[in-house]
């Protein structure tokens, strides 16, 4: 298994450690609910460096990109960030992924660490205008600091006004002694927070600093369990679960970032212009549990009648919330809010129905 910069640190704290998309990661320290409550109500800490990092520089740099995404960069400013994905030919989903517009003719792509290898074989098949593109996953760490209190932790370490950088936009600068940190204000947890990217090298010192800065808000290390409990409650979804290869960004819900503009010629562009005009044969929703139960990833969906309409993706139980909440794909007729459906658990039927994330309010 792949190590990150702080795979020592989290065995030294004694972090629950488990295999996740070949890299050694930390799943939890002092149990998930408690990682979880930590950051909705205080700060915490992710090592997230196994994420990977793409740069896309030179002449035919904004045309590659804009290519590639289904997102329209055309008039993205240096110093923002932009959600999109990667359409496949088929207008299903290889990857989702930010697009950090760094400088002029200078673009950083940050992509899930299980589909590191996969995006970048695509990248390179698709680089026909000739973009510089190079994979620097290896040599950049990061870490995600989230939760209300992470400019009060953070801005100890930097004279940067960290109010001042607005929700996904990003500056380069000094932060707990390092130079040329990109100090982005992005996360996946829906707490607000900061994610800061930077020289492997300095990775220990980082760490130390900013749990020296927080330790008058009880900051806590998080680990992967309550990542993915804390983008549940916020209905963000996640790659291999919500997205793949064979699902469409307009079923996922996110026609927000598949945009139709003039000039934007991206990967399979007239296959979902032809989705959107015909309608989606499944909808991504949010769901409640009515009934006791937790419903989990590939339970069936079912409605009155016990016909199957769909399938759960992701499901828990909130740890901030304390309901069994969860996401699935259903037929469109089902999507309504407020509509009764059924889970699949055990053999049994268990009531839920359709909500509209986020969870936590």
């Known amino acids: 298994m792949k190590q990150t910069p702080f795979t020592g640190i989290h065995y030294r704290l004694g972090a629950k450690m488990q295999e996740f998309a070949g890299f050694d990661m930390p799943i939890e320290y002092s149990g998930i609910s408690d990682e979880h409550n930590t950051i909705v109500n205080g700060v915490g800490v992710f090592d997230v460096s196994h994420m990977g990092e793409f740069w896309v520089t030179g002449t035919h740099a904004q045309a590659?990109?804009?290519?590639?995404?289904?997102?329209?960069?055309?008039?993205l400013p240096v110093g923002k960030i932009q959600y999109t994905c990667f359409p496949n030919e088929k207008g299903g989903i290889i990857d989702d992924l930010l697009v950090y517009h760094y400088g002029v003719e200078k673009y950083m792509l940050v992509v899930n660490a299980s589909n590191i290898e996969k995006d970048r074989e695509?990248?390179?098949?698709?680089?026909?205008?000739?973009?510089?593109?190079?994979?620097?996953?290896?040599?950049?760490?990061?870490?995600?600091?989230?939760?209300?209190?992470?400019?009060?932790?953070?801005?100890?370490?930097?004279?940067?006004?960290?109010s001042t950088i607005p929700y996904y936009s990003f500056i380069e600068g000094k932060m707990a002694g390092t130079d040329n940190m990109i100090i982005?204000?992005?996360?996946?947890?829906?707490?607000?927070?900061?994610?800061?990217y930077f020289d492997p090298q300095y990775a220990e010192?980082?760490?130390?600093?900013?749990?020296?800065?927080g330790a008058e808000f009880n900051i806590?290390?998080?680990?992967l369990g309550a990542r993915d409990t804390l983008r549940l409650e916020a209905g963000f979804p996640l790659y291999g679960n919500e997205l793949d290869d064979d699902t469409s960004p307009l079923q996922a819900g996110l026609g927000w970032i598949t945009k139709f503009t003039q000039g934007n010629h991206f990967i399979s562009r007239p296959l979902l212009e032809a989705e959107k005009e015909k309608g989606v044969s499944k909808k991504l929703v949010g769901f409640e549990m009515i009934?006791?139960?937790?419903?989990?990833?590939?339970?069936?969906?079912?409605?009155?009648?016990?016909?199957?309409?769909?399938?759960?993706t992701s499901g828990t139980m909130s740890p901030h919330t304390r309901k069994a909440i969860g996401l699935g794909y259903v037929k469109p007729e089902y999507a309504a809010l407020e509509t009764s459906v059924f889970i699949r658990i055990r053999?049994?039927?268990?009531?839920?129905?359709?909500a509209k994330p986020p969870f936590r309010k």
């Open 347 to 354: 053999e049994k039927s268990i009531e839920a129905k359709i």
């Open 184 to 196: 982005s204000n992005t996360g996946y947890t829906g707490c607000g927070g900061f994610e800061l």
């Open 220 to 223: 806590k290390p998080a680990g």
């Open 122 to 162: 695509w990248c390179l098949l698709n680089n026909t205008e000739g973009a510089d593109f190079l994979n620097a996953s290896d040599d950049i760490a990061q870490l995600a600091i989230q939760g209300p209190l992470t400019i009060k932790t953070l801005q100890k370490l930097t004279d940067i006004d960290l």
């Open 205 to 213: 010192q980082i760490w130390n600093a900013i749990f020296e800065a």
């Open 291 to 312: 009934g006791k139960g937790i419903a989990r990833h590939g339970y069936e969906i079912m409605n009155a009648e016990g016909e199957i309409i769909g399938t759960v």
């Open 64 to 75: 590659f990109v804009q290519k590639i995404t289904s997102n329209d960069i055309a008039n």
